[in-house]
């Protein structure tokens, strides 16, 4: 359900410094056999009071109950949400089809909206983000729990380390703005042309012959800092690089393990105790602050190139002031850029909100601290397997860039929905990817998947999750997503509108269609198993006189069983840090941020051991998933207000209610938000209904009796409880279900043989043969 891991992607938002984006989708998980995580949960019922919805109801009951009366639950929520259309219908008196809800229905006071962040995943993914964030101000929580969540401590208050402050948020914003248009509309489409007529050893020569020319800025900065060592290497790599390497064309002190000493002037006015206090979005150089701008100025002034000129210097002739050589800087800076700027644009997409990531996390990049890497504490292995998601991406580097985007008008909402495809040049299966928690279609392990499908002969498409704001802002009949029959439901709708659309752009090449689905997309994609084969709910709309689409096999990666089971571990990760001392837990958080810091700019793979204790590593995966939250709620709020914030919802100055946001939890979203949301809109027992609808077990008799179903599940999977695994082996037959003893949760998607399992999962689909793998223009 969750997927989490560190996504290192190096994006050089700036010509002259390579930014490392660190992401995470983190599924936290704990081991199976760990009495400290789901040992201690205990389930409650609480009966709402008839009357109003109230807080702390949410809740599971227990697995014999469930078990007992599955069969009814079907019945109940099919009554259930046909009484929540039947009372809304008649509250804004208007006739409307059978699952082509108008969207007013369901946004009240809706207000104009942009695309947020949340990367993500209930699938739990978060998706992805970046693991360094926002500044948060303590996080309280006094209110009774829900039945179904975790009780959590009397003193539940978590301070993360303070960002660099953004007191020109809304300029910064307009810059960030800017520099995604100036990236997505000139320097993307241009460097497909530039890495077309300039092959890779050649960009790579320009690059390592420009940092070479730099020397004399590394090397002063070096000695102002007393770095006499990295003065050393860096004074050894460039007359190595410089006579043998040819003037710096080829990297020989790398191959003879010289290594780096990167020095800037902005890092030496840090040592020196500048501490930034503004921090600032440049027009095309990407994030700084007013110590690392003026940095850049002195940077520039120790560049020789400046010096170089065929004329002479004259005061009252600005042209002179630089010497033609120094747009040559300018050059490299492009050409670093070609190989990275497809990563940025990406990511810029696939986040819900880039800018706020990007703000917290230049805190800590440019901290000119060393971070302390000693473990402290033991290690929890799920948790850390599930941070390893992050080496589950695409091989392929052009892959992303292969993909066709293209969008749907969806009926109940009249917006357009986006998706991206890789269509195989002749006929061949078509698998739809739904990813997890918040996680966009461009996220990384969509990506991941479609590429290791389209490798194999399938055609593969990509849908962003019913929490990511692009889907909550243009095909979601719900302001609040939570409510699992309507969220699947509008996937499901989604997805036949894109299968038709692709079935009259390109008749005759669409074969069998699977559906696959990971953390929460996987919950999604069983739900849609357990109503598709009927296609009888009351809410299913029909299209083209055809229904919803059908699905010839679905596939679930790492799903959870039970929805508030996973929202209550999400919480009580985020709490691991009030388990250190009061007095230790800043001083403990900023060093683990460091560490995150630090290991973005290494190269990390499989072998890699984190060095992350329990705490760290539970909390980095709960937090990934708090910003998610943040995400959701002001997608939702800025759309649908409903007075429970007390700060404005602006899109350009998001600080302030962002704070506020985060000091609700995942228990909180479904109490103060999704419940009266759902009671105001005529859905009676609430409560009771999102505990049944989010727990497969409501779905046991259709789930049984559908046998195209696949699943794939690690055991030591943090969001499955052993009764949650012992459900899953006693309902699915040993060739539906596979169980993995490791891998927490994502954590080993990069596995051949998790790879090999999936695409087992798809056997008996029709798929091209290899050599039809070739990838197809994205403007075809």
């Known amino acids: 359900m969750l997927e989490v891991g560190f996504k290192q992607s190096r994006i050089r938002e700036t010509p002259h410094i390579t930014r490392t984006v660190f992401h995470a989708y983190f599924p936290p998980r704990a081991n199976n056999n760990s009495s400290s995580t789901d040992g201690h949960l205990r389930h409650q019922r609480r009966r709402r009071n008839r009357t109003g919805p109230a807080s702390g109801l949410i809740g599971g009951g227990s697995s014999q109950n469930n078990q007992h009366q599955a069969s009814s639950h079907r019945d109940d929520h099919e009554r259930l949400l046909h009484q929540f259309e039947t009372r809304l219908s008649a509250r804004t008196r208007r006739v409307v089809c059978p699952g082509r809800r108008n969207p007013d229905d369901f946004r009240p006071g809706e207000r104009k909206a942009r695309d947020l962040k949340i990367h993500p995943s209930l699938s739990f993914e978060c998706s992805a983000s970046v693991i360094l964030w926002l500044c948060l101000s303590s996080f309280a929580h006094g209110q009774s729990p829900a039945v179904g969540f975790t009780n959590p401590p009397a003193a539940d ?225 799920a948790s850390l397997e599930t941070l390893e998601s992050v080496f589950f991406t695409y091989k392929d580097p052009e892959f992303p860039g292969h993909g066709r985007t293209r969008s749907v008008r969806i009926p109940a909402t009249g917006k357009e929905l986006k998706f991206t495809f890789w269509l195989q040049p002749g006929k061949s299966s078509v698998v739809y990817i739904v990813p997890g928690l918040g996680s966009h279609r461009l996220a990384q392990p969509a990506i991941a998947l479609a590429e290791l499908v389209y490798k194999n002969g399938f055609s593969a498409v990509c849908i962003s999750s019913a ?42 090449r669409l074969g069998d269609k699977a559906l696959m689905g990971y953390s929460m997309g996987a919950l999604h994609s069983l739900f849609v198993a357990a109503t598709g084969p009927t296609n009888q709910l009351p809410a299913a709309p029909k299209l083209d006189e055809g229904g919803l689409i059908q699905f010839d096999r679905y596939v679930a990666i790492n799903t959870p069983v039970r929805l508030l089971h996973g929202i209550s571990k999400l919480d009580e990760f985020y709490r691991a840090p009030l388990e250190w001392p009061v007095t230790n837990q800043t001083d403990n958080l900023e060093n683990t941020f460091l560490k995150v810091a630090a290991l973005s700019k290494s190269t990390l793979t499989p072998q890699t051991s984190l060095p ?52 609700y939890s995942y228990r909180d979203y479904f109490e103060k938000f999704a419940i009266p949301y759902y009671w105001a809109h005529g859905l009676d027992s609430t409560a009771e209904a999102m505990e049944k609808a989010g727990d497969l077990r409501t779905y046991d008799a259709a789930l049984r009796a559908n046998p195209n179903i696949r699943i794939i599940v690690n055991q030591n999977d943090f969001l499955l409880a052993d009764e949650d695994l012992a459900w899953l082996h006693a309902t699915f037959t040993p060739e539906q279900l596979t169980v993995f003893e490791q891998g927490g949760h994502l954590g080993n998607l990069f596995n051949p043989a998790v790879q090999k399992t999936i695409l087992e999962a798809l056997s008996g689909l029709q798929a091209a043969p290899s050599k039809a793998t070739t990838l197809p223009s994205a403007k075809n």
């Open 157 to 381: 208050a978590v301070v993360l380390p303070k960002s660099v402050p953004d007191p020109i948020e809304p300029f910064n914003r307009a810059m960030w703005s800017f520099n995604k248009g100036l990236m997505t509309g000139v320097i993307k489409p241009t460097s497909r042309v530039y890495r077309f007529v300039v092959v890779k050893p050649v960009r790579t020569g320009i690059g390592n012959f420009g940092r070479n020319l730099t020397y004399p800025g590394r090397l002063i900065n070096n000695l102002l800092q007393g770095k006499w060592s990295g003065a050393r290497d860096e004074s050894y790599r460039f007359v190595c690089n410089t006579t043998v390497g040819v003037a710096g064309f080829f990297d020989v002190g790398t191959k003879w393990k010289i290594s780096k000493s990167d020095a800037d002037f902005g890092q030496t006015f840090g040592q020196w105790g500048w501490k930034p206090q503004c921090f600032i979005m440049l027009p095309l150089f990407g994030p700084s602050n007013e110590r690392d701008t003026l940095g850049f100025a002195a940077d520039t002034a120790a560049n020789p190139l400046i010096y170089i000129a065929p004329y002479k210097f004259e005061a009252n002739k600005p042209l002179t002031y630089l010497g033609p050589y120094t747009y040559f800087n300018y050059a490299v800076m492009y050409n670093d850029l070609s190989d990275s700027v497809g990563e940025y644009v990406r990511f810029s997409q696939a986040e819900m909100d880039p800018y706020s990531e990007i703000q917290y996390a230049w805190t800590f990049a440019r901290e000119n601290r060393v971070a302390d890497f000693q473990v402290k504490g033991e290690q929890d292995k």
């Open 467 to 508: 929490f990511n704001s692009e889907f909550m802002e243009h095909a979601s009949t719900a302001a609040m997503p939570a409510y699992l029959p309507v969220d699947g439901h509008d996937v499901h709708v989604a997805l036949t509108e894109i299968d038709q659309y692709l079935n009259k752009l390109y008749p005759d």
């Open 612 to 663: 992350f204790n329990a705490i760290e590593s539970r909390f980095l995966i709960g937090l990934s998933f708090r910003l998610i939250l943040r995400d959701i709620i002001f997608s939702s709020q800025r759309r649908n207000n409903q007075g429970v914030l007390q700060h404005p919802i602006r899109n350009f100055r998001r600080e302030p209610v962002y704070q506020e946001i985060l000091h």
